[in-house]
């Protein structure tokens, strides 16, 4: 056998990228987010309101991008929110209020939302809606 067919025979192909539906989305999603990343940033006096979001639970931070820094966080697997009845639109709510609530204590009256690439819709727009209500200005 010659070289060139033994440099062959030893190539490994590389499968495609997103070829299954779970890595397409999850890269779809990731696009999203670094495009939406490109647009807006979190300040001191502004910071970066940002969800991320999995099947069972929701968390949420207040980032000042600029000092890299985190300034607040709530989450949905905090005792407080996992003790809650009712269903995953109902804690996300929960967890608005919290983060509002903490936003104020950290002296944040204003933030920039950051939905993580998910649609602003169910478990987003209720976290969101529960933060204005809360106090935050978006």
Sequence with gaps: MSQQTADKANVVKRTPRGTD???KRRLSKARRHFRLRKKIS???ERPRLVVNRSSRHIH???IDDL???TLAS???IEADVRALDGDKKA?????GELIAARAKAAGVEAVVFDRGGNNYSGRIAALADAARE???TF
């Design 21 to 23: 539906v779970s890595t």
């Design 42 to 44: 979190g300040t001191p």
């Design 60 to 62: 949420v931070q207040l």
């Design 67 to 69: 000092a890299g820094h």
């Design 74 to 76: 709530a989450s949905s």
């Design 91 to 95: 804690v996300s709510t929960k967890v």
């Design 134 to 136: 809360g106090g935050l």
